[in-house]
């Protein structure tokens, strides 16, 4: 089986599966899905600490040697506290990757686009290795690779709902053009739709509520592993069938619209 | 050490907090306790302040400071 590494920022991955670290019932339970999914990167959110001195030792959890840390900007809503939130990333955790996602209504913590393409632009000329999490928005992910993104991180369908890639058509354009790696994030139910995913070339994908909620998280971790191994060495294989010819060709009309937009 | 005479009081997470004059960012992170930890990070007044600058950054009356840590999420 072919096993091109996925390179981001000049950085090489040989497992093309990211794993967030929400939700999971705890450390212990989290560092063994981690394990068995074969991640090499993580992410992690940053909260405030209480000052009753009650809190959550993530990082003992965390072999960093083993795992690159991309802490993310959640809770962040407009571009000014997404960098400050970098900021604070990068001092606390010494790393300047960076998982960018402004949401300004926590109801569904859709990404703001306006926002984010700022931020990108500010923070990417700060050093900072950008992954940007927004809608599957092909002229949005252009924009970003044009502002500075390492990588773009458009999502399948709403996080958390498992309902996989509702935004195929789009993320196929987002594939076709895109000079930055593509991973996919929020959104993958199953195995299968990771599976999916990279069969259409996605570079990677970010999976979290799908392991850590799932009955057996550790079990989850490993099936999900498979399924990216599978659809990225299908694609590599190259799909004989019509399959992907006929996405190609319902995507088309997407393309000249957006030609004529242009114009 | 000199005893503090008189406190001052500064927001820490949006937080009121009592401080002992002088007042620097490292006093109120080791009485924290968490002048050791490893990945914390602080802000004051919405500037983040390097670790190694903690013990040169006074506090004033009415700062806000910001203090973090890393924990789950995706």
């Not at chain 1, 939700?23 to 063994?32: I, L, P, T, V, Y």
């Not at chain 1, 859709?110 to 290795?129: I, K, N, S, Y």
């Not at chain 1, 996989?164 to 994030?185: K, N, T």
Request: charged share 20%.
């Amino acid at each position: 089986m072919s096993n091109t590494p996925l390179v981001i920022a000049g950085v090489s991955f040989t497992s093309r599966l990211f794993l967030g670290t929400g939700k999971f019932s705890s450390g212990e339970a989290m560092a063994r899905s981690l394990e068995a999914s074969g991640t090499e990167m993580v992410t992690v959110a940053l909260g405030r600490i209480r000052t009753d001195g009650e809190s959550d030792d993530i990082l003992g959890h965390l072999d960093r040697r083993r795992y690159r840390l991309l802490p993310n900007t959640s809770g962040t809503r407009n571009a000014r506290e997404a960098v400050l939130a970098a900021q604070l990333a990068r001092e606390a955790l010494e790393t300047n990757w960076l998982k960018l996602e402004i949401h300004p209504d926590p109801k569904y913590l859709m990404p703001d686009p306006v926002e984010t393409l700022e931020a990108t632009a500010l923070l990417a000329a700060r050093g900072f290795v950008v992954l940007a999490y927004v809608h599957a928005d092909p002229v949005l992910c252009k924009r970003l690779e044009e502002a500075g993104a390492a990588a773009v991180m458009p999502l399948g369908s709403p996080i958390g709902s498992g309902l996989g890639l509702e935004s195929r058509a789009f993320l196929q354009i987002i594939i076709a053009q895109s000079r930055v790696p593509v991973v996919v994030d929020a959104g993958l139910g199953a195995p299968s739709h990771a599976a999916a995913a990279l069969e259409m070339g996605a570079d990677a994908v970010l999976v979290n509520t799908a392991i850590a909620a799932a009955e057996d998280p550790v079990g989850m971790a490993a099936a999900f592993r498979l399924g990216v191994e599978a659809g990225r060495a299908a694609r590599e294989a190259g799909l004989a069938a019509g399959r992907e010819s006929a996405r190609a060709d319902a995507t088309s009309p997407l393309t000249a619209f957006l030609g004529e937009e242009a114009r | 050490m000199s005893e503090p005479r008189q406190t001052l009081s500064v927001f820490v997470n949006d937080r009121p907090r009592a401080l002992g004059q002088p007042a620097t960012l490292l006093g109120l992170m080791a009485e924290m306790g968490l002048s050791g930890t490893k990945g914390v990070a602080a802000a004051v007044n919405g500037e983040v302040v390097p670790r190694d600058a903690w013990d040169a950054r006074g506090l004033a009356e009415r700062d806000r400071v910001l203090v973090i840590r890393a924990t789950q999420g995706g």
